[in-house]
């Protein structure tokens, strides 16, 4: 089947006022370095923000993503580790993208939002407790035998090639392992699957905020991958 992707991008003003940047350089004000991100929608200003930031004695970058086309623009999906940020930026609207910079990189995010022309704050009490919840789940793979494996075949989101290798460590560990494979993973579909104790995901690492599971980054902590 055919794809279209058709890039759409915000037509309305920033919003920038002498207040609002006020405001802005007040949550900044006990960092040196910025580093920018926003979704497509909004690429467009990115040069407009650097440069009042550097105006205003800040050292500024555009966030680099795994998968995006564009610098500074950040995927839901993509919530690897982007080296040395000391404060993330994030231009847009919404709490889907920066609960991803949040989680992965465990800091605080500030948000400057051009349709509520307010700046907001992204605390990573968010990461707290998504890491309580990963903690107990690698607990629970540890002690508990029957594993299900998510495995999508989106395009750019599908790892088959690594199922083998994560099948073979974890019964070298003792488990038995049963992978899932589609192309929507539907969580609650899952629920009649109620002999798995455990599930981990090799398809959108975006599922775990609405699904119980761990992804594959996290068996890494306890050596099971």
């Not at 920038?16 to 979704?39: F, G, H, W, Y």
């Not at 929507?184 to 629920?191: Q, V």
Request: glycine share 6%.
């Amino acid at each position: 089947m055919k794809r279209l992707f058709i890039e759409t991008k915000y037509q309305g003003d920033l919003g920038l006022t002498s207040q609002l940047l006020k405001e802005l350089l007040n949550r900044l004000s006990n960092t040196k370095s910025v580093t920018l991100a926003c979704s497509v929608q909004y690429l467009d200003y990115l040069s407009e923000i650097k440069s009042v930031l550097e105006a205003n004695g800040k050292y500024v970058k555009l966030y680099q993503s795994k998968h995006g086309k564009y610098p500074g623009q950040v995927l839901g999906c993509d919530i690897h580790l982007f080296n040395k940020v000391e404060t993330f930026l994030y231009l847009g609207d919404g709490l889907f993208h920066p609960s991803a910079l949040a989680y992965s990189h465990q800091i605080d995010i500030i948000i400057l939002n051009p349709m509520s022309k307010k700046v907001e704050l992204f605390d990573k009490e968010y990461w707290f407790r998504a890491k309580k919840r990963k903690n107990a789940l690698l607990a629970k793979l540890i002690t508990y035998d029957d594993v299900g494996v998510l495995v999508t075949s989106k395009p750019g989101q599908n790892q088959s090639k690594t199922i083998d290798l994560l099948r073979l460590k974890l019964e070298e560990k003792g488990k038995n392992v049963f992978v899932f494979i589609g192309d929507n993973i539907n969580t609650s579909k899952l629920e009649d699957f109620n002999f798995v104790d455990v599930w981990i995901n090799s398809a959108c690492p975006r599922i775990i905020e609405d699904f119980p599971c761990l992804n594959f980054d996290d068996l890494k902590e306890i050596e099971y991958f």
